[in-house]
């Protein structure tokens, strides 16, 4: 069964650049969130996304900024990057009228961004 | 939101049955139960759902009693490969999909 994907799945960046990262959801899906797991940490949301339009906004900085687009795919956009940005970022998706399970959100397998 | 405790982690034997208590005093009306397991550096994967009483899939059980105030995973007879982090989620239900919260996992480690 096809699953989230997303890339990259590693990436170095110096301090105050910037970075994009891609999530694909699972065909079918409307729904994509962002989450971010520092080291040690549990995941943590960041924002999603339904039908293209921002939904929810958890503790996402200033200097990040994600969208949804017409193929359901999503970015998130880092800038000036600093050294706490250095975590796992996970991508996940659901079909958000699926009747029954209603928090069962499908993961991807996560990019990991460090920043020197 | 309701807040979750869960213990921060235990330690099984290959084969044994493993019981994960989540406490949720504050859990509201129409709060669900969910929880998902993570391996290190892979994203959670979810394993059961439940509202009330008991619900059981191929992978584990979940018992809740009447007052919804703590929940049970159960793991039947684990396996090295259920060695990963266990997280307890309370969240609402209706219509739509809603951001997951997570807490403090629990860390099982299954020892052969």
């Known amino acids: 069964a096809a699953g989230v994907i997303q890339s990259p799945r590693h990436l170095i960046k110096e301090k105050r650049e910037t970075a994009t990262l891609k999530c694909y959801p699972i065909?079918?899906?409307?729904?994509v969130y962002w989450y971010q797991q520092g080291p040690g940490q549990d995941p943590q949301f960041l924002i999603s996304f339904y039908e293209k339009m921002q939904s929810d906004k958890g503790s996402i900085p200033d200097r990040f900024s994600a969208q949804q687009f017409s193929d359901y795919h999503s970015e998130l956009n880092m800038s000036s990057l600093e050294l706490g940005d250095s975590a796992l970022y996970f991508c996940a998706s659901s079909a958000r009228d699926f009747p029954l399970l209603i928090n069962e959100q499908f993961f991807g397998p996560g990019t990991r961004l460090t920043v020197l | 939101l309701a807040k979750t405790t869960q213990p921060i982690s235990m330690d099984s034997y290959e084969g044994q049955e493993v019981n994960i208590t989540c406490s949720h005093n504050n859990i509201a009306t129409n709060d669900y139960i969910t929880w998902y397991q993570q391996f290190p550096s892979q994203g959670p994967r979810f394993i059961i759902q439940g509202y009330k009483t008991k619900v059981t899939n191929e992978v584990a059980s979940l018992f809740i009693p009447a007052d919804r105030k703590s929940s049970t995973l159960s793991l039947p007879r684990v396996s090295l490969s259920d060695t990963a982090v266990y997280y307890c989620?309370?969240?609402?239900?209706?219509?739509?999909?809603?951001?997951?919260?997570f807490g403090k996992g629990t860390k099982l480690s299954v020892i052969p």
């Open positions: 065909p079918r899906h409307d729904t």
């Open positions: 989620l309370v969240g609402p239900s209706g219509a739509g999909s809603y951001q997951l919260t």
